[in-house]
């Protein structure tokens, strides 16, 4: 595929850029979704897909993994048009008389994509974990950076190296099915969510702080792991199957810096009420935006990308109502089971 026309471009797959497609439907629009990831889902199927969320309104808790799968289905009646596994690099804009100009992007797979308007729900960006030096040798043999299966952790001997919310949660989450789960923080105290530091502490997870991993051993497979800890003599070593990196992550907005829009603290897209940017005929959503006020939580980006859409609709068509009814008015399709 090397030319690809709609009415609106969604660059992100994350839970937003997904409610994006299913709303962008409800207004009529044929809509492309473009994702750097190879799978939808953004930050959450890579990151925590079996981690229960508790603040998407109307589920008390949700696994990452059924949220996703729901969005998913919730656009599918609109048929959205995937594109995954390929970077927004280049934008062009070619003039058309009497209508909006014809935004295209260019990615990096060749694919040109020609929209009337474009909405950004890229999350925090194009991401990439933080490496742990001492363990290279063994990625994709023990040392991992995400976990998206804790399948494979059962039984296994797991050290999680991290103090953030993904480490914490990682750990607790792989604790009821491993034979023994190890935290190991280079500091005293952890930078994850005060609620699951206390959930951790009470837990069997065994906890080591001020340490650093400083040495992977084993063959075919990583099989134990050397840890420096402040204020001891020797290294201690501990039995290690599974080593889970969770050091954070770097991000940036990669070449849309380079697309003329008004950035905050040089990571963020400044956006107005109508969650436009200041170039015409793009909008944005989500955790990548930034205004006075902004909280960044899934359920604050769902609202936003409907503001989006709706505003990007009227970019469109400007005798367009900009609020088209309530879903109620006029439902999705259902579909019909084979």
């Given at each position: 595929?090397?030319?690809?026309?709609?009415?609106?471009?969604?660059?992100?797959?994350?839970?937003?850029?997904?409610?994006?497609?299913?709303?962008?439907?409800?207004?009529?629009?044929?809509?492309?979704?473009?994702?750097?990831?190879?799978?939808?889902?953004?930050?959450?199927?890579?990151?925590?897909?079996?981690?229960?969320?508790?603040?998407?309104?109307?589920?008390?808790?949700?696994?990452?993994?059924?949220?996703?799968?729901?969005?998913?289905?919730?656009?599918?009646?609109?048929?959205?048009?995937?594109?995954?596994?390929?970077?927004?690099?280049?934008?062009?804009?070619?003039?058309?008389?009497?209508?909006?100009?014809?935004?295209?992007?260019?990615?990096?797979?060749?694919?040109?994509?020609?929209?009337?308007?474009?909405?950004?729900?890229?999350?925090?960006?194009?991401?990439?974990?933080?490496?742990?030096?001492?363990?290279?040798?063994?990625?994709?043999?023990?040392?991992e950076y995400f976990v998206p299966s804790s399948a494979e952790y059962a039984g296994k001997?797991?050290?999680?190296?991290?103090?953030?919310?993904?480490?914490?949660?990682?750990?607790?989450?792989?604790?009821?099915?491993?034979?023994?789960?190890?935290?190991?923080?280079?500091?005293?105290?952890?930078?994850?969510?005060?609620?699951?530091?206390?959930?951790?502490?009470?837990?069997?997870?065994?906890?080591?702080?001020?340490?650093?991993?400083?040495?992977t051993k084993g063959g075919e497979q990583l099989e134990a792991i050397e840890v420096a800890?402040?204020?001891?003599?020797?290294?201690?070593?501990?039995?290690?199957?599974?080593?889970?990196?969770?050091?954070?992550?770097?991000?940036?907005?990669?070449?849309?810096?380079?697309?003329?829009?008004?950035?905050?603290?040089?990571?963020?897209?400044?956006?107005?009420?109508?969650?436009?940017?200041?170039?015409?005929?793009?909008?944005?959503?989500?955790?990548?935006?930034?205004?006075?006020?902004?909280?960044?939580?899934?359920?604050?980006?769902?609202?936003?990308?409907?503001?989006?859409?709706?505003?990007?609709?009227?970019?469109?068509?400007p005798a367009a109502p900009l609020f088209p009814g309530h879903s109620t008015d006029n439902?999705?399709?259902?579909?019909?089971?084979?």
């Amino acid at each position: 595929m090397n030319a690809v026309e709609v009415d609106l471009l969604i660059l992100g797959a994350g839970p937003v850029g997904l409610f994006g497609a299913y709303y962008a439907g409800v207004r009529g629009l044929k809509v492309a979704v473009a994702d750097s990831l190879s799978q939808v889902g953004g930050q959450v199927t890579a990151m925590y897909p079996e981690k229960q969320i508790f603040d998407i309104a109307g589920f008390p808790a949700v696994s990452g993994r059924r949220l996703i799968g729901n969005l998913v289905e919730q656009a599918a009646p609109y048929d959205p048009l995937y594109l995954l596994g390929q970077e927004a690099q280049q934008l062009d804009r070619v003039p058309r008389a009497g209508e909006p100009d014809l935004l295209v992007v260019k990615t990096s797979t060749g694919t040109e994509i020609a929209a009337g308007t474009v909405v950004i729900t890229g999350g925090i960006g194009t991401f990439a974990p933080r490496p742990l030096a001492a363990g290279e040798g063994f990625l994709g043999k023990g040392l991992e950076y995400f976990v998206p299966s804790s399948a494979e952790y059962a039984g296994k001997d797991v050290v999680v190296v991290g103090g953030g919310d993904s480490a914490v949660d990682w750990a607790l989450m792989l604790q009821p099915i491993a034979a023994s789960v190890t935290i190991v923080h280079r500091r005293e105290a952890f930078r994850a969510h005060s609620g699951s530091v206390e959930q951790l502490k009470t837990s069997p997870v065994q906890i080591i702080v001020n340490a650093q991993v400083t040495t992977t051993k084993g063959g075919e497979q990583l099989e134990a792991i050397e840890v420096a800890v402040k204020g001891e003599s020797e290294t201690r070593t501990l039995t290690c199957h599974k080593l889970v990196a969770a050091l954070g992550f770097t991000a940036n907005l990669g070449p849309l810096r380079d697309w003329g829009m008004e950035l905050h603290d040089n990571r963020q897209l400044v956006v107005d009420s109508a969650m436009r940017t200041n170039v015409p005929g793009i909008f944005a959503a989500g955790d990548i935006t930034h205004y006075d006020g902004k909280v960044r939580l899934i359920a604050v980006g769902f609202g936003e990308v409907a503001t989006a859409v709706n505003n990007a609709a009227v970019h469109l068509d400007p005798a367009a109502p900009l609020f088209p009814g309530h879903s109620t008015d006029n439902p999705a399709p259902v579909p019909v089971p084979a």
